[in-house]
């Protein structure tokens, strides 16, 4: 993946706390705390997804009849 160099605008405040806690890297910093966000986001899609799949009835009796069908002949001896 590439990286690409941006200009952003803190307050002074912010700045100060994120040298704090940076450890001499900022953008190491940044990158990591956006990637923990954007794990979040995708994380509460999923989740609204799945709520709203359970929600369908077709979609369920899709499963229920996949369920029934799924291992057929898996455990046959022949």
């Known amino acids: 993946m ?3 160099k941006i200009g952003v605008t803190l307050d002074e405040h912010l ?3 994120l040298d704090e806690v940076a450890g ?3 953008s190491e910093y940044l990158n990591k705390l956006l ?6 986001v995708l994380e509460q899609k999923m989740i609204a ?3 709203e799949d ?3 009835a077709e979609y369920l009796q899709d499963l229920e009849d996949w369920d029934g069908v799924a291992g057929d002949g898996l455990d046959a001896g022949g």
């Open 49 to 51: 997804a799945l709520q």
């Open 2 to 4: 590439g990286k690409q």
């Open 35 to 40: 990637m923990e966000k954007r794990r979040q």
């Open 24 to 26: 001499g890297n900022r």
């Open 15 to 17: 700045l100060a706390f």
């Open 54 to 56: 359970i929600q369908d």
